[in-house]
């Protein structure tokens, strides 16, 4: 019997270092999977290391405005002024009106309007040559009280070259401080074709613009 109890002492041992080995075997490959399912999902879903290429965000460009490009303004004509220097209005002077527009079947010449102060024979250069009948249009502004200092019109457009101890042919005129008028000789109908020179009249701190109606 002592042979057989040292044998077993010896089996012992291995027979333990053998069922170790089976039941780490059979605890690890379980053991094995859990481990392979929660470090597969933690890949996966892990953000991405800094170190990777990032691709380059778009470049911001201005988009085009959505309100609409302001309409190019039409050009006005500018009246040519006269020859005589202008004085600055007075205190408590009327602002220059604007003329009144053409009446039906007239329309404005632009060149021939003119704007200054005082006495001016128009057009400067010589007679205007009108193939039509044609209106004056005069808008002026003198200082307060000219009206009243004056013994008949404040400003008057005549005829000028009228036949010598003939009263000139007045076009015409204001006889308050500030008017805006349209006139077509004695008559207030128009003026007939022809050549023609328009002669102002008017005190020099009296401002004015003048321009002809051709029908």
Known sequence: MAPLRRTAHRLAPVLCLTAGVILGAGIGLPTAHWVAGFLIPTI???????????LPSPTARPQPSSASSPAPATPVPT????ATPCAPLATGQQPLDPLHPPPSGY?????????GCGGELLPPAGALAVG???????SYTCPTGTAAASTGATLTVSEAGALSGSSPEVI????TDSADVTGGGPTGSAIGPGSYRLNVTGPTTCLWHLEVYRG
Not at 44 to 51: D, Y
Not at 107 to 115: E, K, M
């Open 79 to 82: 009246p040519t002024l006269s």
């Open 44 to 54: 996966a879903t892990a953000p991405p290391s800094s170190s990777s290429a990032a």
């Open 107 to 115: 329309t404005a010449v632009t060149t021939l309007d003119w704007i």
């Open 172 to 175: 015409a005129e204001g006889r």
């Open 132 to 138: 039509g009948p044609w209106l004056v249009a005069l």
